[in-house]
Nanobody
Framework: VQLQASGGGLVQAGGSLRLSCPAS????????AGWFRQAPGQEREFVAA????????YYADSVKGRFTISRDNAKNTMYLQMNSLKPEDTAVYYC????????????????WGQGTQVTVSS
């Protein structure tokens, strides 16, 4: 599976952005996919995940209620709708595929795409 995140940019606090992650590979629709982000000087952190069917979604507490993850398996694409953006959401956002939720609540993903920069100004 090959992934490429896009849709990042510069937005004012309170604004919205929609990230996209088109994927290649016939197995994408059957695997859990997700979004992570990494701010300068910080570790990469989990943002959201969605099961292959799209029936189940998972969110980090910091984005719950503001971000929505979705997917269109007919287009082999995953999305992240980000509303009410805050300066602390500034980071490089990465999409990933074939994830499992492990012991201790940590996600592990096999395939990773290149990131897209999201910058939120105050």
């Amino acid at each position: 599976v090959q992934l490429q995140a896009s849709g990042g940019g510069l937005v004012q606090a309170g604004g919205s952005l929609r990230l996209s992650c088109p994927a290649s590979g016939r197995t994408f629709s059957s695997v859990t996919a997700g979004w992570f982000r990494q701010a300068p000087g910080q570790e990469r952190e989990f943002v959201a995940a969605i099961t292959g069917s799209g029936r189940n979604t998972y969110y980090a507490d910091s984005v719950k209620g503001r971000f929505t993850i979705s997917r269109d398996n007919a287009k082999n694409t995953m999305y992240l709708q980000m509303n009410s953006l805050k300066p602390e959401d500034t980071a490089v956002y990465y999409c990933a595929a074939q994830g499992v939720l492990g012991y201790g609540g940590r996600w592990a993903f096999t395939y990773w795409g290149q990131g897209t920069q999201v910058t939120v100004s105050s």
